[in-house]
Structures are given as structure tokens and as C-alpha cells.
């Protein structure tokens, strides 16, 4: 069966399942919990002859030979049992469930699985099966797994510039499915590169660190790892589940690629003796951040440059707060500043993430040893936001859009570039003395505000009119957070007079930047 038949057959029972409630994410799990098996069973079996150290009674055999609920009931124990033990095992089965509740259509997905050799197909056709499904999940707006899918073309983009090299470190603090190690992966192991053993086996087992949260995310991630061939079968996971900004990293990195979470606060729900619910602002007490706030982006900025060895090298995603926003935002800007030589930022554009309401930008930095001096001598930005109009379905983000960029930054020597349309440098003494040290610079005319006729076609008008309006609830929603609760409890119980719009104002598109 050839790779793209086999996704479609995959993609095909998804739909069966859907008819029952088992959306995407869920189907990936049961998915991820299967192949992991039967991957295990045929690793065991002749060339390969593996300790896989799944134990006894608990393997893919022990599934296959039942139908109906005996079944079931197999499944739910090895479930259990399997997330009990150490290892990859325990990370992709900690806290496994079974969702699929028709014994009928698990048999059919275990047949389903069965009837294939998996093995035998290349890292790229299993690869791509399970990168398709996540991207379909992502999809899902109802599944809320977009935050944690980043757009393969920019990914491409971003190690295209940043060029990792062989035996070096690459992290991702908020790794999510993994879409940043496969990018770099891919990079790494091109034909051209011709890797030596050595160098394919640090690649496999040494090469990536990461963090994530959310079992479910972590285990897809982990899953999708194994699927390229990266990590082994019966060593210890490389994606911790834990919380990256609790504590600083003992081993430095190499390279940092991240687009850590959208949001601006850092938040935990907090119940009362009387069962009532609060949120409360996590703020992160480390001795080698800058500054202390609750704010997840900026803390997340400071952990990366804390990750960095002396002459690391990072590309993160970052929202347009991260560039103006005052008091900590200010403080921490000037310091990454001094302290890192910030030389490339691109302007991204609206419509090209799953999780809406946030305008981001790639930030580059280099990390710097300490000795006084500022290493940021000037900053190339690169303005794709501009008369640039992208939907996720109807225009999506293609890695051609992003290739006037690349050769831009000019990778191969980026000391040596030219200034275009789009990309512009700003030295570090003029930036510096912006109001609040801000680098959110636009310099391009909007044709669309002097031209009707030029307006976009009507579903990316739409889905920028969404973007304002979920970046406005997000304002809110931060708003609200931060309000003291005897203040929410007062104003419920007020008579609040709302002004009345005036029947005669005009209502225009808002102006960008």
C-alpha cells in the first residue's frame, strides 16, 4: 500500500470514530497507544530481536487475538499496567484511557493497524501519516490543539535561517507535538549532509530537549519523534513533562527553537474552603531572570536566554506585546538587548495560526559572553505583515512566501545584506531611544486604506476581522484576571449605565500598523 493510500485509509476511520464523538485528539491517542504496540511487537520478532521491556501479557498479541469486550478489557489493562512502568513506556501511556467505548470499532482499528508491517515503511510515510493527523487535529477549532502546532512552512523557514549544525544541543521549552525538532531534523539530515555514524546516532539520541505540560500533547510528541526515527524504543524520553520556567536548566543549549504559548499571563485556579474558583497570576521567582512578572511570554524570553550556552544561537516566536509593551516588558528589552546580539526580526502576518487572536513576530538572538560592552549593534526587520493576506484554508502560509526572507537574512553570511522593500535596519543607539525602547517598527504603506478596490478578497477580510476580535478578547480575558475579585463582586451587584451609540457614526476598518 502506497503512503498516500494508507493516510487516507487512516484518515478515513477518523471519520467512522467522529460519528461516535471521538474527535480527532482522541483518535490520535488511541492511535499513538496502538502503533506504539505493534511497532514494539514487530521490533522484538526476527532481524531485530529487541527487549522492548513491555511486560509479559501486555503486548500487541495479547490485543489482536480478542474481539468484543474481552477486548476491551485487555486493552484497559494494558493501558493501565503499561503507563505504570519506566521509561518511553510509562511517558506515552501516563494516565492512557480508552476512548473509543464500541468494542466493534476498536477491533476494526486494531485489524486496521495489524494488517500492515510498519516497520517496513520508511521514516517519511509514517512520518507523514501521523504529522497529517496532527495537523488535522489542529484544525479541529473545537479541540484546541492549534496552540500547539506551529505552521511547518514557517518552522522550515526558521531552521533554514538558523542553520543547526551536527553534534550540537537543540531545545524547545513548549515543544508541543514537535513540530521544531522534526524542522531541524529534516535540516540535519538532508542528503547533502552526509552525517557520519557517530553524528546519526547523536542526531537519534542526544541532539533535542524539550518540555510539555499536557500529557496528551506530550505523548503525540513523543510519538511523532519515535515515527522519524528519533529516540529509541526502550530508552529514556528526551520531553520532560514538567513546567520549563519552574526552574534553570543545569546543561546549556546549542540552539533554542520555540513559539512558546500564546497568552500573556501565567495563571493557576485556586478553590476556597467554600468551593469557590479564583485564578491567580503565577509569577516565577528566578535568580537568573531580569525581571519578575507574570507574564508567560516575557518569562519564557528569559528562560530561553537563560538556556543558552555562551554562544547559543535561538529563533522564537513572539507576540507584538513582547515588542512595546512597558514597565517589565521595557526592562527585559533593554537587557536582551545588551546582553544578546538581536539582529533579525520578522514581521509575521495575521492568518496563519491555528490559535487566532495573537500577531507575532520571529525573533533571532544570539547569546553573548558577559563583559560589559552592549551585543546588539542593530536589528534587520523584515515586514511580511504588510499587504500581506493569508487564511488557513483558502490562502494558506507557503514556504515560496517565506524564500524572499531567507535570501534576505542570507544565512550563509548574515553580516553581509542588503536593505529591501520589506527589509529594513534600525541601529541599536536609534531604537534604544524609541519611546519605551519599542521595536514594533512598520515603515510600509497600507495600500488597502487608500484604495477600496484593493480591499482583500471577503474570507480574508473576515478572518482578519476575527484576529481583531480575538486579540481584543484576549485583552479582556487579561483584564479580568488581574481585577481584584472584591472589585468583579461589586461591579456584578452595580447598576452600570452603558453609553448609547450614536446613530449617525460612521464605522471604518481598523487602520494598521
Given amino acids: 500500500m ?49 527487549d522492548t521491556h513491555i511486560p509479559k501479557g501486555y503486548g500487541w498479541t495479547n490485543l489482536v487475538s480478542k474481539v468484543g469486550e474481552p477486548l476491551e478489557a485487555q486493552y484497559l489493562a494494558s493501558l493501565h499496567k503499561l503507563g505504570e512502568e519506566p521509561g518511553m513506556l510509562g511517558a506515552i501511556f501516563f494516565k492512557a484511557q480508552n ?6 470499532k476498536l477491533s476494526r ?16 510515510t509514517k512520518g507523514d501519516l501521523y504529522e497529517g493527523l496532527l495537523q488535522k487535529n489542529a484544525e479541529d477549532t473545537k479541540s484546541g490543539a492549534g496552540q500547539y502546532f506551529t505552521p511547518r512552512p514557517l518552522i522550515e523557514a526558521m531552521v533554514a535561517c538558523l542553520r543547526p549544525e551536527p553534534m550540537k544541543t537543540i531545545a524547545d521549552p513548549a515543544c508541543g507535538t514537535g513540530g521544531f525538532f522534526l524542522g531541524a531534523y529534516n535540516w540535519l539530515n538532508r542528503s547533502d549532509a552526509k552525517l557520519n555514524k557517530r553524528q546519526k546516532e547523536f542526531l537519534r539520541d542526544k541532539t533535542f530537549i524539550g518540555n510539555e505540560i499536557v500529557p496528551s500533547t506530550r505523548r503525540m510528541c513523543l510519538m511523532n519523534l519515535f515515527l522519524h526515527n528519533i529516540g529509541e524504543l526502550d530508552g529514556e524520553p528526551s520531553i520532560e513533562r514538567s513546567d520549563a520556567l519552574i526552574g534553570e536548566r543545569s546543561n546549556k543549549v546549542d540552539y533554542v527553537l520555540a513559539n512558546p504559548p500564546f497568552g500573556k499571563k ?3 485556579t485556586i478553590t476556597n474552603e467554600d468551593g469557590e474558583e479564583d485564578r491567580e497570576a503565577l509569577v516565577y521567582e528566578r535568580q537568573d531572570f531580569w525581571e519578575t512578572t507574570s507574564n508567560k511570554q516575557l518569562n519564557f524570553l528569559q528562560h530561553i536566554v537563560s538556556m543558552l550556552k555562551a554562544d547559543g544561537k535561538a ?23 545588551e546582553n544578546c546580539d538581536v539582529h533579525t526580526i520578522l514581521r509575521l502576518p495575521t492568518g496563519i495560526f491555528y490559535a487566532q487572536g495573537v500577531k507575532a513576530n520571529v525573533v533571532f538572538f544570539d547569546n553573548a559572553p558577559k563583559d560589559g560592552r552592549v551585543k546588539t549593534k542593530g536589528i534587520w526587520f523584515y515586514d511580511l ?5 493569508f487564511t488557513l484554508k483558502t490562502r494558506a502560509l507557503k514556504l515560496d512566501d517565506l524564500q524572499d526572507f531567507i535570501a534576505c537574512y542570507n544565512p550563509e553570511n548574515r553580516h553581509r545584506r542588503q536593505e529591501t522593500e520589506r527589509f529594513k535596519y534600525y541601529r541599536y543607539e536609534d531604537l534604544i531611544n524609541r519611546d519605551k525602547a519599542s521595536l514594533d517598527i512598520f515603515w510600509l504603506k497600507d495600500e ?21 476580535l480575538e486579540a481584543a478578547l484576549l485583552s479582556f480575558r487579561e483584564i479580568s484576571l488581574n481585577l481584584p475579585k472584591s472589585l468583579l463582586d461589586e461591579s456584578a451587584h452595580a447598576d452600570i449605565e452603558m453609553p448609547h451609540a450614536n446613530k449617525h457614526q460612521k464605522l471604518s476598518r481598523p487602520r494598521k500598523k
Fill in 2 to 50: 502506497n503512503t498516500s493510500t494508507l493516510i487516507q485509509k487512516v484518515w478515513n476511520f477518523c471519520h467512522t470514530l467522529r460519528d461516535d464523538g471521538v474527535g480527532y485528539g482522541d483518535y490520535l491517542e488511541q492511535l499513538t497507544y496502538l502503533l506504539f504496540l505493534k511497532l514494539a511487537d514487530e521490533y522484538a520478532q526476527e532481524p531485530y530481536n529487541r
Fill in 266 to 268: 501565567s495563571s493557576m
Fill in 448 to 468: 488597502s486604506l487608500d484604495n477600496l478596490d484593493d480591499l482583500p478578497p471577503p474570507d480574508v477580510l473576515q478572518q482578519e476581522i476575527i484576529e481583531h
Fill in 99 to 104: 476512548k473509543i467505548q464500541d468494542p466493534a
Fill in 109 to 124: 482499528l486494531v485489524q486496521l493497524i495489524n494488517a500492515e508491517n510498519w516497520i517496513s515503511l520508511d521514516a517519511d
Fill in 385 to 389: 505583515r504588510t499587504n500581506k493576506h
Fill in 315 to 337: 529563533a522564537v516566536v513572539l507576540p507584538d506585546n513582547v515588542l512595546f509593551e512597558g514597565g517589565a516588558g521595557e526592562r527585559i528589552r533593554r537587557k536582551l538587548l
